[in-house]
């Protein structure tokens, strides 16, 4: 894939070029050495992330910054800047809602891990490599350490700690964190067997869960938790609208309804598939890669990858397809997908927009919308495919009134009533079905 090689490492250096022109170089200013964000803000995290495309960028023989001064003093800034927004216990903030965050500071260390790890695999370091290493070292450590007192919000969270705590667990040869690792995974991963994970977030969540089994299969030595990421791409395959689009519709965060191309999944499809030899996911890394061109997208973030995996950069194939024929009904996930063509639709459990249809340029989303009591839209509480394929979505709704209870009300004081009065005796009226 020497072609996707190349812009994406023609797009890092773009990356790398807007993080050179947007960093702080006010000497005396609290955000110096800092990337700021496009609404003014200045975090670790954006500046990690921007650290990134710079090391990737300096660690590349082929790129125009490799082994560049400039971009090397930067990128120090940009840690000293990091180093003093990291906490002591090593945990770092997301200063608009999460202080003190495990999850945040999973993510922090897990943008910078790659080119570490890469620095780490050379055989001989020149002088700025040894310390831009030891730097991202000291950052990565002092994370994991920082992850052993930290907990999580949402689903994706136990993933990204976990994988990171296994991560430096087996980089800095440290057992608790490996250990603190495994009480996140005992509660069994939450990869159904259509390959949904439970925020069912395929614009977005799926990638950070997908990265994490990859990290947690390589620092384990365990390649089972491949085999969720496998599935998830099975899945996915099946979730390519006929603009090139994802279907996010299903989604239970905040990718839902958006505009995303499926971009981000590419490494997945194309590792994965070199690995297992399946001829399906890398026409899908090659398709997916595709639409950048087609598309003029900025590529994904890969370019640390490539530089952690040269045969991927040197593989090539003729491979290259999407499916466009498919009937898929996961009952699990309470979703159906059929394609025919340049034609879809989708029927979906538990949403009021239960049905969608798309021909490439329209859009178009059912809904049966009414008032009946409390209740409001239809949401298919039942889905179900008859032996002639066809989808059967039911829901039952009742409703009902409260009377007031028929004990003596308790003594007033001061007033107002010492107790709220009990209610009770619900009433049926109706049942809608």
Sequence with gaps: MRKHYLRTLSDTEIRAEHALKTQNLQEGSPYYGAVVMPNGVYMAKHTLYCLGYLAGCYCCPDSKYYHDETVLRRMLLALDYVDSQQHDNGLFDYITCNFFSAPDTAFCIGIILPAYRYLRGLDNRTEGEAILM?????????????????????????????????????????????????????????????????EKSAGNYNGVNNQAMLFLAEALDDDS???????????????????????????????????????????????????????????????????????????????????????????????????????????????????????????MKDKSNFLWVHNGSIKLAVKIGGSFCEHRAFKAETMEMDENGAFHLHQTMRAGTICPSRKSPPPRTGGRWTTLPGLKSWVPICTLM
Excluded at 239 to 257: G, H, L, M, Q, V
């Design 134 to 198: 030891d730097r991202l070292g000291r950052i990565i450590h002092a994370g994991g350490r920082g992850l052993l007192e930290g907990g999580f919000h949402t689903p994706n969270h136990r993933w990204a700690i976990a994988a990171l705590l296994a991560q430096c667990g087996k980089l800095f040869n440290e057992p608790d964190l490996t250990q603190a690792a495994f009480q996140y995974l005992n509660e069994g991963i939450d990869c159904n067997a259509d390959g949904e994970y439970s």
């Design 225 to 347: 938790y491949e085999q969720h990421v496998i599935r998830n791409l099975r899945m996915m395959l099946t979730y390519w609208e006929p603009d090139d689009s994802i279907f996010t519709a299903n989604s239970t965060r905040f990718d839902k309804d958006r505009l995303v191309y499926p971009d981000g999944y590419y490494f997945f499809y194309l590792y994965l598939g070199v690995k297992y030899s399946i001829p399906e996911f890398i026409a899908m890394a090659n398709y997916a890669f595709d639409i950048v061109f087609r598309k003029n997208l900025l590529s994904p973030d890969y370019l640390t990858r490539f530089l952690l995996h040269p045969e991927l950069a040197a593989y090539e194939t003729d491979l290259c397809a999407a499916p466009t024929e498919y009937k898929a009904y996961y009952a699990d996930s309470g979703i159906a997908r059929v394609r025919r063509g340049r034609y879809t639709y989708t029927v």
